[in-house]
């Protein structure tokens, strides 16, 4: 009995815990907790503005004047929701905004994925001399003026497309994917010539829907970069009609020069700064909501995505 | 070159015929070449406006030279000086604050015992960085304004409210914090991913020799971290003009009450070039004063990374 027992340990798969670096080291856990709390507060504080904008959007006048220090939701008014879904100007910029964002991610990948395949092929005569061009652009350029003047060449003055086209590639994603795209093994592409493929069908059948969550990651950070364009609207847009959500929240939260439609009414209610700035909060909050939805997806794929690009050749 | 292999040819293949067998590459390049041509390197063609007095009628090819003047007036433009020191103040402040805290953060979530929360405190802290300048600039506005929340705290407790945002003595302070704010998520996440790459049994045999927690971050986890540290200061540098401009940030949130110190080159050049309608050559010589730097500063930084025994970047 003995012996079939001993036998029996022996050959027992034991479950191992995972391996971490952390120990029953004697102070272990103290510096745990403190580090744990240290975080903690640290998160609280980079929060809380959120927060307070959140609590600050659902307002109501009364709310207000009874409380001057407003940290809790002690109203759920959406009175300045509604304030804001009546303004033709917010929906107008709105829709740019919206617009932008899908013609200028569009513009963005379909550059970014060419460059950065027909990039990646090491063999490819002249492939060294474009890299760098394309690298000293990251550290060079030719300053505001001159850019002013060759936009104003090609006529995008005051034209939608002007906060879609100049911003057609930002280098550092197309050198990050670049090197993704090197790292995929060159014998699926070989054998795919071997039966017969050109390199564009390699790129649109294999390379690409391989790679779908890597494309996706940079879509996204495409998508946030063209939603909270704004520089170039400054620059070249003139027209009130065209002007992106965030040069329209500009002018209500910064510049003051956005006039709300209601606020005429709202001006003969004595409270009218309160009024205002619990619409400032809702524009903020509507302005994010995009951005708070993708955000979850992105997550996932950060860290890859940056340690992929740090590879190098 | 390409392989003899790939091209199925006994002898090193012509340049011609390699660059036939790439064709449908260079097809590909085309509209990423011409968008560079256009809006990268073309505006750096007009960079010769920097040399010339530019006449709006004649463009910039019919405006006449006037070889350094426009640097020579430069020398003597108080406000053009003042923007000049406040970016280098700006820049190095940026350094000396900014930079260090996503490394910090980094070795302290490595340090962290708690798995999940890790990844949550990451997720929350990233967040700021997808929100425009403008849009955090509004939050700040409300929350450091005279009836802003904090200001509403500290007079409960009987202090005098600060203006945050329109004393010239604390607004770069102001800037520095709000920097550190929106970016030290995202830019801890390149040094988080390098912690992850030490193996766990380099920690495992420092425990055995007795090495306490401190000792394993000195000899462990700073030299894992220490060579993405020093590529990242290298770009931190060749890009240290841009940085103390900080554009985005300090026109959103700037003023007059404060232009003294925190005017930067970058928006120095926006304001006069766009509201006082200065001579175009002027400040194209201010923009291509700032770049050249810029070019300047990333070959000094290459270089004194590679003499500290890292790997440059080029």
């Not at chain 1, 460059?115 to 001399?129: D, E, F, T, V, W």
């Not at chain 1, 795209?181 to 829907?209: Q, R, W």
Request: proline share 4%; hydrophobic share 50%.
């Amino acid at each position: 009995m003995n012996n079939t027992e001993t036998f029996l340990e022996e050959n027992v798969i034991k479950i191992v815990p995972k391996r971490t670096r952390f120990g029953k080291q004697k102070g272990d856990t103290i510096i745990n907790v403190m580090i744990t709390t240290l975080l903690v507060i640290l998160a609280v504080v980079a929060m809380f503005p959120f927060y307070n904008v959140l609590v600050l959007s659902f307002a109501s006048v009364k709310g207000m004047a009874e409380h001057s220090i407003y940290l809790l939701p002690y109203t759920f008014d959406l009175t300045s929701y509604g304030k804001l879904f009546k303004e033709t100007s917010f929906y107008r910029a709105f829709g740019v905004s919206v617009f932008v964002t899908a013609m200028g991610v569009a513009l963005n990948m379909f550059l970014s994925v060419t460059g950065a395949y027909a990039l990646s092929k090491k063999g490819m005569p002249g492939r060294n001399i474009l890299l760098s061009l394309v690298l000293f652009t990251m550290f060079f350029s030719g300053g505001l003026i001159p850019f002013y003047l060759v936009v104003k060449s090609v006529n995008l003055v005051n034209n939608i497309l002007v906060m879609v086209i100049p911003t057609g590639v930002t280098t550092m994603y197309l050198i990050i994917m670049k090197n993704y795209f090197n790292t995929i093994p060159a014998s699926i592409e070989e054998s795919a010539k071997v039966d017969g493929a050109n390199d564009m069908y390699i790129l649109l059948k294999i390379v690409l829907p391989i790679s779908k969550p890597f494309i996706a990651t940079f879509a996204l950070f495409y998508a946030v970069d063209r939603w909270n364009e704004w520089y170039n609207a400054l620059i070249f847009i003139s027209d009130s009609a065209k002007i992106p959500l965030q040069i329209y929240l500009r002018g209500l939260l910064i510049n003051m020069s956005v006039q709300l439609s209601s606020s005429a009414a709202a001006v003969v209610d004595s409270k009218a700064g309160v009024g205002i700035q619990a619409t400032q909060m809702a524009s903020i909050v509507i302005s994010a909501i995009p951005i708070m939805c993708i955000y979850p997806f992105m997550q996932k794929h950060f860290a890859r995505g940056i340690m992929v690009g740090s590879i190098k050749e | 070159m390409t392989s003899k292999k790939e091209l199925g040819v006994t002898r090193n293949p012509s340049i011609l015929k390699t660059i036939a067998y790439y064709k449908y590459f260079y097809l590909m390049l085309i509209p990423v070449i011409v968008w560079y041509a256009v809006f990268a390197y073309a505006p750096m063609y007009g960079i010769t406006l920097a040399f010339k007095s530019f006449h709006y009628g004649k463009g910039i090819i019919g405006s006449p030279w006037i070889g350094i003047q426009n640097f020579v007036d430069l020398t003597s433009d108080t406000a053009f000086w003042n923007a000049f020191k406040n970016t280098v103040i700006i820049s190095l402040g940026k350094l000396l604050f900014h930079f260090p805290t996503p490394i910090i953060l980094a070795i302290l979530l490595n340090e962290m015992y708690f798995r999940r929360a890790k990844k949550v405190l990451q997720t929350l802290l990233t967040f700021p960085h997808f929100i425009s300048w403008i849009v955090l600039a509004g939050i700040m506005t409300n929350i450091l304004g005279q009836s802003g929340v904090v200001n509403q705290i500290i007079s409960t407790f009987g202090g005098d409210s600060i203006p945050f945002l329109s004393d010239a003595s604390i607004f770069r302070p102001v800037i520095y914090g709000s920097h550190i704010w929106k970016e030290i998520g995202w830019d801890s996440i390149i040094y988080i991913a390098a912690l992850a790459g030490i193996p766990v049994e380099l920690y495992e045999a420092a425990k055995i020799d007795g090495a306490n927690r401190w000792q394993q971050i000195r000899y462990i986890t700073w030299p894992g971290i220490r060579p993405t540290v020093a590529i990242l200061f290298i770009l931190y540098i060749g890009q240290m003009l841009n940085v103390g401009s900080s554009f985005d940030q300090i026109f959103n949130l700037y003023s007059s009450p404060v232009y003294g110190v925190a005017d930067t080159i970058d928006t120095f050049v926006y304001r006069t070039t766009f509201t006082t309608g200065a001579n175009f050559g002027y400040m194209t010589a201010v923009g291509f004063l700032k770049s050249g730097i810029n070019v300047i500063m990333i070959y000094l930084a290459n270089k004194l990374v590679s003499k500290a025994g890292e790997q440059g970047l080029f």
